[in-house]
């Protein structure tokens, strides 16, 4: 498994170690002792989720606070465009995002830690989107950042509007969140 850090403290695009032939492939997805080598800390998941999306749906920007979530996540048909943005207060890189192509063919997966925000892209006709989380799904504690904040300048691959859920359609921007 290779971890690299991206311009975020604490986020790790992680990339398995892919046996492949003309048969097709194989790779571990998670190995719980290999995974907190690579970022460096303890973690324990308690939840997996699966989703799947069309093309254009944008997915996002989602926090919970409290009860913050840390995510592993990955695609397993389709591609998709994946955000993280930081916005724990006191983090030198608070306000910052980090963006990364994720796909079923380059099978790479994101380590986002609790304090983020997150969401994705659908780029591909559908997409398959797993991820763990570090805690359960809290409703009444979920925020959403809004997608198009201009003080973020998320440099989303749109090709025209996306198609957002009525929840993402009312996320506030940076600035106006209290609950961080």
């Given at each position: 498994m290779k971890s690299t850090p991206l311009g975020i403290s604490d986020v790790y695009l992680i990339e398995p170690q892919v046996f492949g032939d003309d048969r097709g492939f194989f790779y571990e997805s998670f190995n719980h002792v290999k995974?907190?080598?690579?970022?460096?800390?303890?973690?324990?998941?308690?939840?997996?989720?699966?989703?799947?999306?069309?093309?254009?749906?944008?997915?996002?920007?989602?926090?919970?606070?409290?009860?913050?979530?840390?995510?592993?996540?990955?695609?397993t048909q389709g591609e998709v465009f994946d955000v993280a943005v930081d916005i724990r207060r006191d983090s030198p890189t608070f306000g910052m995002w980090v963006g990364e192509i994720l796909s079923a063919d380059n099978k790479k997966q994101l380590w986002i830690p609790e304090g983020l925000a997150h969401g994705f892209l659908v780029l591909s006709d559908t997409a398959e989107f797993l991820y763990k989380t570090t805690d359960y799904y809290a409703p009444a504690h979920e925020r959403c950042l809004r997608w198009d904040d201009p003080a973020l300048g998320i440099a989303w691959p749109l090709d025209g509007p996306p198609c957002l859920s009525s929840k993402d359609q009312l996320g506030q921007c940076l600035s106006k969140l209290t609950h961080l």
């Open positions: 995974f907190e080598q690579a970022i460096g800390r303890k973690v324990n998941f308690v939840q997996d989720n699966h989703s799947k999306s069309s093309k254009g749906v944008l997915r996002g920007l989602h926090f919970q606070n409290p009860k913050p979530q840390g995510k592993l996540v990955r695609v």
